[in-house]
């Protein structure tokens, strides 16, 4: 039995719950810091979407992340569960580190580990039959932390 098989939290219900949590929490952390006049201020990217867009899409990525990681979840596979949950905790420190504290660069350096896990975690998923999905619902993610990379990357370089 693995330690993320302990029978409380057998439950597939109780497992969902638990990722919709960490989800809503990482998504809560975001949300104490937010861009304000230090970022209105900064010279960004000329493809910088309106900023309406990032909560329309971080809440839909979000609910993805929660599902992929339920199917992770599901598998008791320590690697892979302890991996998204690492990259959520990134996740999460990603608004503190740009907003809350101005260091675009360290900014910058957690978008490439976030990447490279969620790249690690797309590839071991879809490379088993049963957590194919898992492995397909964060493809947006990844492509959306691409965009996030270059928006990051344009204000560390040119401001």
């Not at 952390?29 to 867009?53: K, M, S, T």
């Not at 790249?119 to 088993?128: D, N, S, V």
Request: with cysteine.
């Amino acid at each position: 039995m693995s330690n993320f098989d302990h029978p409380i939290t057998k439950s597939p219900g109780l497992k969902l719950l638990i990722c919709v949590f960490g989800c809503f929490a990482a998504l809560s952390i975001g949300g104490l810091f937010q861009p304000g006049e230090w970022y209105q201020d900064l010279n960004r990217a000329p493809w910088n979407p309106p900023n309406i867009v990032f909560p329309i899409v971080w809440t839909t990525l979000y609910i993805m992340i929660a599902l992929s990681g339920w199917i992770i979840a599901k598998s008791n596979q320590t690697t892979l569960i302890i991996l998204w949950w690492v990259q959520l905790a990134l996740n999460a420190a990603w608004s503190w580190l740009f907003f809350g504290e101005y260091w675009p660069g360290v900014a910058l350096l957690d978008i490439i580990l976030i990447l490279g896990i969620v790249g690690a975690l797309i590839k071991m998923c879809r490379a088993q039959p049963d957590l194919k999905t898992a492995g397909n619902l964060l493809i947006p993610y990844f492509a959306w932390l691409c965009v996030a990379l270059s928006l990051n990357g344009y204000i560390w370089l040119y401001n």
